[in-house]
């Protein structure tokens, strides 16, 4: 692979700026300060260094974070602070983006890749990838509302699939469902008269969100998701 090719590929920069930095004598190649944009790296064996740190290429990548209350989840915005902002210098962000949503007052686990046709596995009703909610609410829960919610609800003219609650107390649950559809929980809890005033994913699929703290990012392989 080139040079160049593979610095933006790591996250460097553009093309054009990944130029600039080579002209500054910024890279070396096994050691050998690296001249020209055209220079030819082998993958499998080749220490690509930038300053004091050694470059890695990877064609997939996975992150999973802790979001924070008032980001939204999209890739750019122009008036709201985006999950993108949360993702640390460490983080190679070239054409990374976020897998499904959770609102902007929703915490918890958000993964991020940029390979797109995981992330539309994941995400394909027929995936059935189960998410599990910690869901606090307004008002005390009673039997008959778990059993709606378990059974299924109407949101808006739409009847969710079977879901799983276990009760945390009266006022808390946790809510595992299998379907991703817009404001789910939210709608959920609305349509058994109830409401939600703190909401956090703590599970997508096999993944947890474990001790990762607010705001905190991890690096994850392909086998941890399936
Ligand atoms: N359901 C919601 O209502 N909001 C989220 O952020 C995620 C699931």
New binding site residues.
């Given amino acids: 692979m080139r040079l160049d090719k593979f610095l933006t590929e790591c996250g460097i920069g553009t093309r054009r700026e990944v130029k600039n930095i080579i002209s500054k004598n910024e890279i070396t190649i096994n050691g050998k300060k690296a001249d020209s944009p055209k220079e030819k790296i082998d993958l499998e064996k080749d220490v690509v260094k930038i300053g004091e740190t050694v470059l890695e290429y990877k064609k997939d990548r996975f992150y999973i974070m802790n979001k924070a209350a008032g980001f939204i989840t999209a890739t750019e915005d122009s008036r709201e602070k985006t999950v993108m902002e949360l993702l640390p210098e460490w983080v190679n962000k070239k054409d990374l983006f976020p897998v499904g949503?959770?609102?902007k007052d929703?915490e918890g686990l958000l993964l991020f890749t940029n390979n797109g046709k995981l992330a539309h596995e994941l995400l394909s009703p027929k995936k059935h990838v189960d998410?599990t909610?910690q869901v606090k609410l307004l008002k005390e829960i009673d039997e008959k509302s778990v059993k709606l919610l378990e059974e299924g609800v109407d949101i808006g003219g739409y009847i969710t699939k079977p879901s799983k609650v276990q009760i945390i107390n009266n006022m808390e649950i946790l809510l595992t469902i299998s379907e991703?559809k817009f404001?789910?929980?939210?709608?959920m809890l609305e349509a058994v008269e109830n409401k939600?005033i703190y909401?956090k994913?703590l599970r997508f699929g096999n993944l947890e969100l474990g001790d990762l703290p607010i705001g905190g990012v991890r690096e994850i392989s392909l086998k941890d998701i399936f």
Avoid: I, M, N, S
Avoid at 183 to 187: A, D, E, G, N, S
């Fill in positions: 949503r959770l609102d929703t998410k909610y991703g404001h789910q929980v939210k709608k939600v909401l994913r």
